[in-house]
């Protein structure tokens, strides 16, 4: 085992542990899904789940359910009347999801939408708290501008793979690496967006959080 492997092993040992319901939403997801590794897991799942309990949002937008791990895992710190609205726009994998919401005991908080997010925020009558993008990458600046005035002033906004398994700095991108590309014209916007207060965290692959002055 290398140091890096350590170090991660260590930082799991010393954060709580992850629940027996998203232990086997994980253990699901990597035996039916192709690309198990889109799920957030237990570290960043834990990271959702703290960062909502300082925030105390009632209202979430989630921008990519997947299998539904990362609204799980946030459901469990909203208030008894908090909604999390999150949007797939894969309807294969949705089953599993709202499965796992069922036997979560959070199927109440938790409203999925199955469809294209650029088509269904602008149909939201909803001011969020916060909101979490974590779908298609080419597409992170339209979900951030859709979304922006949706959010509460003083809300937040939270980008998933800002870092992109180090693809951000590498010299040699090629032209038809348009995911890379839509991740960096992400963050570059986002950092210069003067209406916001940003920082990246290097939690998984990365996590940008966003503050709306």
């Known amino acids: 085992m290398n140091s890096k492997e350590e170090l991660d092993r260590y930082i799991l040992n010393h954060t709580e542990s992850e629940s027996e319901i998203l232990k086997s939403l994980w253990r699901e997801t990597n035996v039916k899904i192709y690309h198990p590794r889109q799920l957030s897991g237990h570290l960043q799942g834990k990271v959702l789940e703290m960062l909502c309990h300082m925030i105390k949002p009632k209202n979430i937008l989630e921008i990519g359910t997947f299998t539904g791990y990362s609204a799980i ?7 008894v009347d908090g909604t999390i609205h ?6 294969e994998i949705t089953e599993i999801a709202e499965s796992f919401f069922e036997k979560s005991g959070y199927s109440h908080k938790i409203q999925l939408y199955v469809g294209d997010a650029l088509e269904i925020i602008p149909t939201l009558n909803i001011s969020f708290d916060l909101v979490f993008i974590d779908a298609d990458k080419i597409h992170y600046i339209d979900y951030y501008e859709l979304a922006f005035d ?17 693809k951000v700095v590498e010299n040699d991108l090629r032209n038809n690496d348009y995911f890379t590309k839509g991740i960096i014209a992400f963050n570059n916007h986002v950092h210069n967006d003067t209406r916001v207060q940003n920082v990246l965290f290097p939690i998984r692959d990365g996590l940008m959080v966003l503050r709306k002055k």
């Open 150 to 166: 949706k959010v509460k002033q003083g809300g937040f906004i939270i980008a998933d793979n800002v870092l992109w398994s180090g």
């Open 73 to 79: 895992s946030m459901a469990k710190a909203l208030p």
């Open 86 to 91: 999150t949007i797939e726009i894969n309807d």
